[in-house]
């Protein structure tokens, strides 16, 4: 960070004045515990040495006047970058872990099941943050009861953009990180620090998020539109000189940048700008977003020069794409320097890499769409950052939306995780139709092209939508032929077809609570996509039996991404059966076209606000089937007890870190079976996707004749592998049963 003189505070070893000092110890139930990570207490925190004020007199904020020029350099995440790096170099405790290869299961032993927040609809003790409630001891004695492991904090940074001296809000749920330090509204360093130690104590660990794929439009964006420095090497963006301005449109009073045409677009690529059309453009809205490319505004810098850029962003308009093959390797900066700040000074223990299946760019010398998913530059920059985090002692695991190829390739050498994109829209599928034959389809090609579960998080609902863009089949294997209801189907067509079927059953007539957004999915809650597979049209009208079939068959799906290999993942939405809110209520959020305001209702984990109608951060209550977890752990039926039991069988037996070793046939279409090895045994996930009760054989190669099954839940003996290698089980709807096959040696 650069230090600065005049009306800024100088870089020192104290804190400036109204900044509290960080706690060194917190108490829970009579006993004190060091505030501060292990690998923290020898070493000075950063956060006393680069914090710094906003000046007393700003004066215009222009490229031109130098006070704003070291106050936006003062406020970047590359200058703080610098800071964070220069701690750890030349340090010893940088040799001392293994950082090659990814290791799935050595990062689910340190942390198998996880609680995803999203800090601006989880309602808060009174007087408190987001922080300091997830911090809270009680609610991590719940967690705790119910088997959860880890919490993922998702963005509390600071998001969204300035203008002048102004701070703008986030254009996408603070997903637009500008800042190392964290948002006011959120919390702190010092309590987030205080949640990791209390997370510590319970056996749990936290995970915080870094963006390899971009920034929000702060400080690093600002001083890259001046031309100041390395920052214009932060940013895909390519200047364009004043004689060619005519090539660019007008941006509308009041903004600072405008999305360009296809024809804009095309006539720039032409002329040598940019790499011109990508493969696809995500979020795509007509008159909103038509191309991946934004032009700036005319920006002076402190030279006084005019400059006027066109900037790549995959996302929304005010998310400008980093650049990870620039010269200056500033954006690789960047990113490095806020990984090493979460893992070594604030005290998580895994990152969540969000938008980096999108790191490299290329332009087509075919002609056609250049080259921006599945590209190797990708592949080696989640390789640098994931060594780097292992490295420091810590895991990741990455949102991949893209192809099975794509998650195997960086599952080599990069990530050590990856969120199961490939099944998560199959599973609904699934409970959609009653036919679990598209999830088996899905699940095999993973196994085929070298992706394994244990390497997989398994979720239930998170912040974003229903996924069902299916971009394995709708890509990179369109003209491939696959075999579906006994019928040969090419990739393409079968993406369109299970689009369709899930837009039919969970949208429209059918559920109108649900909602789809762009082409990306379909926004809507756990609970109310199980509500439209019931059947269910009027969630105000819902009878006690209704409410109940809809806990039955969300059980169903925890069983499901619980009872295999993998991390098992799942939100505050989940553990109270939140339903979306009416649309009425977010009306202001999805005037864009961004529905997925209407699943991010506000939930109340243990009824720190039970008078509140909304969260601290203004989103509204969501209506919830099943009520707080301090409720729920008092029912023995609750969902939250039933969640438990899962847990339970899963950490006893080590199903987390399995080994899948058959997806085999079944004689009924709404039957899932998952068979796996332990280390003295195999074991049977036996799922029933439909509302009917069935019944059939599970036949695998793989099963012992001669030994016994157990039910892994009752530890009752229900039978014996037959000398077809097969057992004989009956489900009721929506039920799952895990059974241990203990050989006969044993």
């Known amino acids: 960070m650069t230090n600065t003189t005049g009306p800024h505070e100088p870089l020192t070893d104290d804190l400036p004045s109204g900044r509290e000092a960080v706690p060194e110890e917190v108490s829970f139930e009579g006993q004190l515990y060091d505030a501060r990570p292990a690998r923290l207490r020898p070493r000075a925190r950063l956060r006393d040495i680069l914090w710094q004020r906003k000046p007393k007199q700003p004066g215009p904020p222009t490229g031109e006047n130098p006070e704003y020029v070291a106050w936006l350099e003062s406020e970047s995440m590359l200058g703080d970058a610098r800071g964070f790096a220069r701690q750890f170099a030349g340090q010893g405790s940088m040799w001392q872990n293994p950082y090659a290869a ?3 299961r050595a990062a689910i032993e340190k942390a198998a099941v996880w609680f995803t927040a999203y800090p601006i609809s989880m309602m808060t003790r009174p007087g408190a943050n987001f922080l300091a409630t997830l911090g809270d001891p009680h609610l991590w004695e719940a967690f705790r009861q119910i088997g959860i492991t880890a919490v993922h904090t998702g963005p509390v940074k600071r998001a969204g953009g300035i203008t002048g001296w102004d701070s703008t809000p986030s ?70 000189p004043e004689e060619h301005w005519h090539l660019l449109p007008k941006v509308p009073r009041g903004k600072d940048s405008v999305n360009l045409d296809p024809l804009t677009e095309r006539a720039l690529a032409d002329a040598g700008y940019i790499v011109g059309e990508l493969q696809r453009v995500i979020f795509y809205e007509p008159g909103v977003k038509e191309t991946n490319w934004s032009a700036t505004a005319a920006v002076a810098g402190p030279d006084g020069t005019a400059h006027r850029w066109v900037y ?55 002609g056609g769409p250049a080259w921006s998913e599945g590209h190797p530059l990708s592949e080696a920059a989640n390789q640098l950052i994931a060594s780097m985090v292992r490295k420091v002692g810590g895991f990741t695991f990455q949102e991949l939306n893209l192809t099975i190829d794509d998650i195997a390739s960086t599952s080599q050498r990069g ?56 971009v394995h089949f709708a890509t990179l294997h369109a003209g491939d032929t696959f075999t579906f209801r006994r019928a040969p189907i090419l990739g393409g067509e ?64 925890a069983m499901y991404n619980a009872w295999q290999p993998g991390v098992f993942a799942l939100s505050g939405w989940d553990l109270v059966g939140a339903l979306p809110v009416d649309r009425k209520q977010v009306a202001a959020l999805i005037k864009d076209g961004d529905t997925r305001w209407i699943h991010r209702g506000a939930y109340d984990l243990l009824d720190f606000a039970p008078d509140a109608s909304e969260s601290a951060s203004k989103m509204p209550k969501a209506p919830a089937l099943y009520g ?8 023995e039926t609750s969902f939250a007890r039933q969640l438990q039991q899962i847990l339970r069988v899963r950490e006893h037996f080590g199903l987390a870190t399995a080994e899948q070793i058959d997806l085999p046939d079944v004689s009924n279409k709404a ?76």
């Open 102 to 104: 990814p290791d799935p």
């Open 171 to 240: 254009v996408d749920g603070h997903f637009d990180r500008i800042s190392t330090q964290f948002d006011e509204v959120f919390g702190t360093e010092d309590e987030f620090r205080a949640l990791c130690e209390v997370a510590a104590v319970h056996g749990g660990i936290v995970i915080d998020d870094i963006v390899p794929g971009h920034t929000g439009k702060g400080a690093d964006f600002r001083l890259a539109e001046m031309k100041i420095g390395d920052y214009p090497g932060i940013y895909h963006m390519v200047e364009i």
């Open 312 to 366: 790549l962003h995959y996302f929304k308009e005010g998310q400008p794409s980093l650049n990870w093959l620039d010269p200056t390797f500033a954006g690789m900066r960047l990113v490095i320097g806020d990984a090493l700040h979460s893992l070594g000074d604030l005290g998580s223990g895994a990152l969540r890499l969000d938008a980096n299946g999108f790191l490299g760019v290329e332009k087509s010398a075919t």
């Open 415 to 470: 990530a050590d995780l990856s969120y199961d994109f490939v099944n998560r829209p199959a599973y609904h599928h699934a409970l959609a139709t009653g036919d679990a034959e598209f999830l088996r389809l899905t699940m095999r090609a993973a196994r085929d092209l070298g992706v394994e579960a244990v390497s997989l998080v398994h979720a239930l609902q998170n912040h974003d939508e229903m996924t069902y863009e299916l």
């Open 494 to 557: 079968l993406a369109v077809l299970i689009r369709a079927e899930l837009t039919q059953a969970l949208t429209g007539d059918n559920a109108p609570y649900n909602a789809t957004f762009t082409t990306n999915g379909i926004a809507s809650t756990t609970a109310s996509i199980i509500a439209a597979s019931l059947g269910l049209r009027d969630l105000a009208a819902l009878s006690p039996q209704d409410i109940e079939a809809i806990k039955r068959a969300h059980v169903l799906l």
């Open 628 to 635: 707080s977890l301090t409720a729920q752990l008092a029912d």
């Open 671 to 746: 039957m899932l079976v998952m068979v796996h090895r332990l280390k003295d045994a195999d074991q049977v996930t036996v799922l029933n996707f439909s509302a009917q009760t069935i019944s059939g054989s599970v036949r695998s190669l793989q099963l012992q004749p001669g030994s016994a099954v157990v039910d892994m839940v009752t530890g009752a003996p229900v039978g014996e592998v037959d000398d077809l290698h097969s057992l004989y089980v009956v489900l009721q709807p929506h039920e799952g049963r895990a059974l241990l096959i203990v050989p006969p040696s044993l």
